[in-house]
Nanobody, 118 residues
Framework: QVQLVESGGGLVQPGGSLRLSCAAS????????MGWHRQAPGKERELVAA???????TYADSAKGRFTISKNKVGNQWYLQMNSLEPEDTAVYYC????????????WGQGTQVTVSS
């Protein structure tokens, strides 16, 4: 089992920045892919960014050029640096860890609220 805890959400003005952090504990070696998803009111949860052990990253089109996902060497912490935030980025952000042998699902954090508003 893996436990995930997010931090770093909050209220920010349009054009501002936030950095989200995810701390993983438990069977870290079972994690294949680390990622961030978000869910806005009335919308489905969507992938924002993901990173694998090699460092290869994937971004949603809405995140490209503005968001950066990174991780530490151990692989038990990963981050989402969000710049040039827009009101459309308002959502609950969840960190996710996908285990080896799977392409989706896995473990989820409790979510952290990001609100972009003036």
């Amino acid at each position: 089992q893996v436990q995930l805890v997010e931090s770093g959400g909050g209220l920010v003005q349009p054009g501002g920045s936030l950095r989200l952090s995810c701390a993983a504990s438990g069977r870290i070696a079972s994690i294949k892919r680390m990622g961030w998803h978000r869910q806005a009111p009335g919308k489905e949860r969507e992938l924002v960014a993901a990173i694998i052990a090699s460092g290869h990253t994937t971004y949603a089109d809405s995140a490209k050029g503005r968001f950066t996902i990174s991780k530490n060497k151990v692989g038990n912490q990963w981050y989402l640096q969000m710049n040039s935030l827009e009101p459309e980025d308002t959502a609950v952000y969840y960190c996710n860890a996908v285990p080896w042998g799977y392409n989706e699902g896995g473990w989820w954090g409790q979510g952290t609220q990001v609100t972009v508003s003036s």
